[in-house]
């Protein structure tokens, strides 16, 4: 028996970056209050599911990132899948298949951007049409990035990511962007261990313009700690002709550059790959609100 069948629905678990990320007071619950611009790339893992005959909620893995995963409960497709199955006391299962096309643990979102489509997917394979804030609720409980992952739009997102507020800056949606990874996996638990606990104040980003003066990423300094090769992605990355924007994204190690045009993406996308031909990259464009 083929692993999905004709009735397959397909989503799209887009990768998040971070524009910019303040970290704020820690709260009573022992989370820091988070201030972030959150943007999506038009590109990401998929994610494919068919109805199972029993309740079980198998997943199956390929794609270049695949072998780091495993398909266990552990795994956040699984997880997610089990959370909705309990809050609508669904006796249906599904066969899952995860393409992992981005790198693990890079602070673009993959397992976060994967649960939100399998809640996503869910939602329409077992007709449940539960509206997007329910969703987001179920997704709060997987991790803090679940929930903007569930509508995949800009948005400003605070406290330890429930208050999500679309946003809509000029000139963003469209903007050509690279994404670089050095291959080294940077623990986010780690990164705030190593984070001085300075509040340096709130984020604006009313336009593109404030979010390349003013905003920042308070993480940054802690994960070069950890992982010092991240500060030579930067540097490589704000160093290439017609870049914007240079910055770490979330925990790392990913980072990302914004370009005025396709073309000078595409130049630096094969300057970096023939100086770092070990990093992974991704050339893609900022998707619309």
Known sequence: MPLLDAATLTETAYAKVNLALHVRERRADGYHALESLFVFATDGDRLSGCLDVGNEISLTLDGPFGAALGAGADNLVVNAAKKLQEHLGEKRGARLKLTKNL????????????????????????????????LERIGLELGSDVPACVSSVTQMVRGRGEVLEPCHIDGLSGIPMLLVNPGVGVSTASVFSRWDRVDRGPLTASTLEDLIVDARNDLEEAAIGAAPVIADVIALLREQPGVRLARMSGSGATCFALFDTLDSRAAAARHIAARQPGWWSLETEIGGA
């Open 103 to 134: 790198p693990v643990a890079s602070g673009i979102g993959g397992g976060s951007a994967d649960a939100a489509a399998a809640l996503r997917l869910l939602n329409r394979l077992w007709d449940a049409r539960l509206p997007r804030a329910e």
